[in-house]
């Protein structure tokens, strides 16, 4: 036989299936991160809109390009989220008014 025609097949990794599905423990980790990640998700969500709504309402004071960086608009919402809050309602009741 010649060695020119020897296949060699690659070995790929294999993953065992627990048949009772995991551990409690693992679930609960698992449930802990998707809820930290959703949470994040709500905060970045909220600070963007405190973002574009203080961009809507600085148009009326004067009408230009404003950009409002990630950071101002974070650190503005942790620390005075009520402000945060009457903006978004001020922004959102004037687009209502408008439109």
Known sequence: MNNNNVIIEPEFPHFHNNKNGG???????????????????LAVMYV??????????LQFVRPKQYAVPFWFSAIITIFFFPLTLLVILLSTLIKIIRH
Do not use: D, H, R
């Open 23 to 41: 551990s409690p423990i693992q679930f609960l980790v698992g449930l802990i991160i998707w809820m930290g990640l959703f949470a994040v998700f």
């Open 48 to 57: 963007n809109w405190f973002s574009v709504s203080l961009v809507y309402l």
